[in-house]
């Protein structure tokens, strides 16, 4: 036998090992982070994924809302998706502080209410990360809710700066880290590739 095969003979043994021990069936927080792109990417990729398994998808942006993306677009299309864009944008174009905690707080009321929802197996949360990170949302009342939501439910958070208290209640945890990015080089967003 060639050492090829003998690694993964061994390999598949392991993994084999780990999916026997996977036993508990619940619903996961997941959360995308850092300063790469790709987290509020990542998670369409799950609602599309979901939709595939005819599951019942719930989306709050908190921080997008100036500008039509190709995801609100795309995903409107599905009845089983309830999408809410909620922000007014970045915070250093609106520039009142007030009004985007305002903003943020109603989101956060939203999303709270479909966080004890139990028809929607999927949520994601987009950019909540940023509204905690720039204190427009109380990150203990979000921990709080997350705690308390239906047992089979699935949660997705994007944003950079993830607070250590999230990721330490998260099941999973993604940090996307920037190397090189076309905006740097004068390339402004396209369409299809960030809007």
């Known amino acids: 036998m060639n050492n090829h095969k003998k690694r993964m003979q061994r ?7 780990k999916i026997a021990e996977a036993t508990e069936d619940r619903g996961v927080l997941v959360i ?5 792109k790709g987290k ?6 799950m609602i599309a994924r ?4 005819d599951m019942k998808v719930a989306v709050v942006q908190f921080i997008k809302g100036a500008y039509s993306t190709g995801e609100e677009t795309f995903f409107r299309r599905f009845p089983e998706v309830e999408y809410h864009v909620m922000g007014d944008g970045f915070t250093w174009e609106t520039q009142d502080h007030e009004r985007d905690v305002q903003t943020a707080q109603t ?3 939203q999303a709270a209410q479909l966080l004890n929802d139990e ?3 999927l949520v994601v949360l987009d950019e909540l990360n940023i509204a905690i990170k720039n204190r427009l949302v109380s990150l203990d009342d979000v921990v709080t809710v997350l705690q308390q939501r239906p047992r089979m439910q699935h949660v997705v958070i994007t ?4 607070a250590q208290e999230l990721m330490e209640i998260a099941d999973t945890v993604t940090e996307m880290k ?3 990015h076309a905006f740097q080089s004068g390339i402004k967003a396209q369409k299809g590739i960030e809007l």
């Open 11 to 17: 390999k598949k043994q392991v993994i084999d090992q």
């Open 32 to 36: 995308h982070t850092g300063n790469g």
């Open 40 to 45: 509020s990417s990542s998670a369409f990729g």
């Open 50 to 53: 979901a939709l595939g398994h």
């Open 107 to 109: 989101a956060w009321d």
């Open 119 to 121: 028809q929607y197996q």
């Open 159 to 162: 944003g950079r700066g993830a």
């Open 178 to 180: 920037m190397h090189k």
